[in-house]
């Protein structure tokens, strides 16, 4: 996809045609990141060095751009501004390649939306981002959480590994639409090679490396697309001091509202002329919500 913008020159306006580019995103400091970037690099003769992003090694492929960086992770804020400062390219989405840590412990590989919306002023981001900030969710996210779990059964991933959407969480900052793709649970499965593989081929194919037009591009406007998932954690809400029967949802205090807002916003920068669904979940909030 090329944009069309003009400069002036004197009296006259110059059409220039910029390209537009999706970055992806990994660390050498994770083996769930360098994993799949190394086989993404692997896969094809085409890429090339690009640029230097301050310390950050970059490769050319197409209409892809692969940043490898040695800070974790969540630490780069606004990747997709600083690549476009440097090269003059349009940043389209950022997708980042990381581990996914949960309490289970299980095999999975995941996809999930960025932001930390609930968060106030004065809290800390201690996994990057901002106090109330949502990343614009990639309109990929639903379409490659089902070809994420083509992909996976097709190469026995399954049911070893799970497939799962994961809740908004964490950082770095950017302003374009984003994801993160991950492998869990442990640095056991975090160093699993065929995991390694299944994410570099999700990525590849996805991206249209291999020749395809890719897969959930949101100028085709098909099928069922996904924005913020907020879970319990990111609607905090404080209970009312005057006792109701009912309470108007006024009446209760905390920053999940805040994080709807924002959640829903953000959606819908990311999906513009789209018709945005919001599920609440009926078990959603503290106890005395329901016993209101």
């Given at each position: 996809m090329?944009?069309?913008?003009?400069?002036?020159?004197?009296?006259?306006?110059?059409?220039?045609?910029?390209?537009?580019?999706?970055?992806?995103?990994?660390?050498?400091?994770?083996?769930?990141?360098?994993?799949?970037?190394?086989?993404l690099l692997a896969m094809s003769s085409d890429w090339c060095p690009g640029p230097k992003l301050q310390d950050i090694s970059?490769?050319?492929?197409?209409?892809?751009?692969?940043?490898?960086?040695?800070?974790?992770?969540?630490?780069?804020?606004?990747?997709?501004?600083?690549?476009?400062?440097?090269?003059?390219?349009?940043?389209?989405?950022?997708?980042?390649?990381?581990?996914?840590?949960?309490?289970?412990?299980?095999?999975?590989?995941?996809?999930?939306?960025?932001?930390?919306?609930?968060l106030q002023s004065q809290e800390e981001c201690t996994a990057g981002g901002k106090p109330g900030w949502a990343g614009p969710p990639c309109p990929r996210i639903g379409p490659w959480l089902r070809f994420m779990k083509t992909i996976a059964e097709a190469h026995n991933l399954t049911p070893e590994f799970e497939v799962?959407?994961?809740?908004?969480?964490?950082?770095?900052?950017?302003?374009?639409?984003?994801?993160?793709?991950?492998?869990?649970?442990?640095?056991e499965y975090w160093k699993r090679q065929d995991a390694a593989q299944v994410i570099a081929l999700v990525v590849w194919q996805g991206l249209g490396l291999d020749g395809g037009n890719g897969v959930g591009n949101w100028t085709e406007k098909e099928d069922v697309w996904v924005g913020h998932l907020l879970s319990g954690y990111s609607l905090p809400m404080e209970e009312p001091s005057l006792k109701k029967k009912e309470y108007h949802f006024n009446d209760i205090g905390g920053t999940w509202k805040d994080a709807i807002k924002v959640a829903v916003a953000t959606t819908r920068e990311a999906f513009p002329g789209a018709e945005v669904l919001v599920h609440l979940d009926s078990k959603m909030g503290p106890l005395w919500w329901h016993l209101g």
């Open positions: 090329r944009f069309l913008s003009w400069l002036k020159s004197g009296r006259q306006k110059v059409w220039r045609v910029e390209k537009m580019v999706s970055l992806v995103v990994a660390t050498t400091s994770d083996p769930a990141s360098i994993g799949p970037a190394s086989a970059t490769f050319l492929n197409g209409r892809v751009r692969l940043l490898k960086q040695d800070r974790g992770i969540v630490e780069e804020d606004n990747l997709d501004k600083r690549w476009e400062e440097l090269t003059g390219e349009i940043v389209d989405e950022i997708i980042f390649l990381s581990k996914h840590v949960a309490v289970s412990n299980r095999p999975a590989v995941t996809v999930h939306p960025i932001g930390v919306p609930h799962t959407l994961e809740a908004t969480h964490h950082g770095p900052v950017v302003s374009k639409p984003a994801m993160f793709v991950e492998i869990g649970s442990t640095e």
